[in-house]
């Protein structure tokens, strides 16, 4: 389970950050940063750990209340366009800096979920797994995941062949069927690797 002893150990307002959508063959790649309130409950340290982890109704949950409690939020994305442009892992790092730039109040230090720094300005400390061992980055995992399966969702509903409601734009077999009946969509990232191999 994630617990504080990073954030801790480093001091001062740190952020937790955090993407998700590398993987998709549709949609954005989406990051989130978050600073944790002071003071932060046990009640709400206990409803956090690596969204993946978590039901939808978990993640739900846990992101309600760390609005309640005053958590730091903010997002950032990179496109399908600038995937193809940069690819999926400097787009990633793009969509971390841009979250991290719209904090309403600049950490003075990131945890990074992974084993690169985005290139931010201030100092950066990489955890592989990190979210399922900062609560801070955990954070993040469960608001970049809540909000990606929320787009993919609206998209859905004017894409609706591609199932992206339920399976958020990965290579599910009900999508992988739906682009060789249909054909791409503009959400599509023509160009990717694993949509090529189809």
Not at 54 to 63: E, G, N, P, W
Not at 136 to 150: C, G, L, P
Not at 177 to 188: C, K, L, Y
Request: proline share 8%; with cysteine.
């Amino acid at each position: 389970m994630p617990d504080l002893a990073h954030e801790r150990r480093i001091g001062g307002v740190v952020a937790g950050v955090d993407e998700v959508g590398r993987g998709p063959l549709a949609g954005p790649v989406l990051a989130a940063a978050v600073i944790l309130p002071p003071g932060m409950p046990d009640a709400l340290a206990g409803l956090l750990d690596d969204s993946k982890k978590l039901s939808a109704a978990q993640r739900m949950r846990a992101l309600a209340e760390l609005r309640a409690a005053g958590a730091e939020m903010a997002l950032g994305a990179a496109s399908v366009r600038e995937i193809a442009a940069l690819n999926i892992l400097r787009a990633a790092m793009l969509a971390m800096r841009r979250a991290i730039a719209r904090l309403p109040n600049p950490p003075g230090h990131v945890l990074v979920d992974g084993n690169r720094a985005p290139g931010c300005a201030m100092p950066c400390t990489m955890l592989v797994g990190g979210d399922g061992l900062s609560l801070s980055i955990a954070a993040a995992s469960i608001f970049a995941k809540v909000t990606r399966d929320a787009l993919m969702a609206r998209l859905d509903a004017r894409y609706p062949h591609y199932g992206w409601a339920r399976n958020a734009g990965y290579a599910a077999s009900v999508h992988r069927a739906a682009i060789i009946a249909h054909g791409p969509s503009p959400h599509h990232r023509v160009g990717f690797g694993p949509l090529l191999r189809g």
